[in-house]
């Protein structure tokens, strides 16, 4: 496994761990976590889960359409800014 996999794995996990934590079934950290895409998004989603502590599955499922939203645009930004 490469450096860059076991990252991916520990923070899927931490994820995933944390979603459970707060009550919710572990599929919806996969999801989640499959959704964000990136170790960094992860963790960015595990410090609002930890800080936040939603009460309803679409918290957590607005807050991981959030991130991958400005994702997205700061991509498009970049991708812009090469042209």
């Known amino acids: ?3 860059n996999q ?4 520990e923070e899927k996990k931490r994820l995933v ?3 459970k934590s ?6 919806l950290g996969e999801a989640v976590a499959k959704n964000l895409g990136s170790p960094k998004a992860m963790k960015r989603m595990v410090g609002y ?11 957590v499922v607005d ?3 959030a991130i991958c939203s400005e994702i997205s645009a700061w991509k498009a930004k970049k991708v812009g800014r090469n042209l």
């Open 17 to 19: 761990d944390t979603v």
């Open 63 to 65: 807050e991981m359409l």
């Open 49 to 59: 889960l930890e800080s936040v502590r939603p009460q309803s599955a679409e918290l």
């Open 22 to 27: 707060l009550g919710f079934p572990g599929e």
């Open 6 to 9: 076991k990252e991916w794995a």
């Open 1 to 3: 496994m490469t450096a």
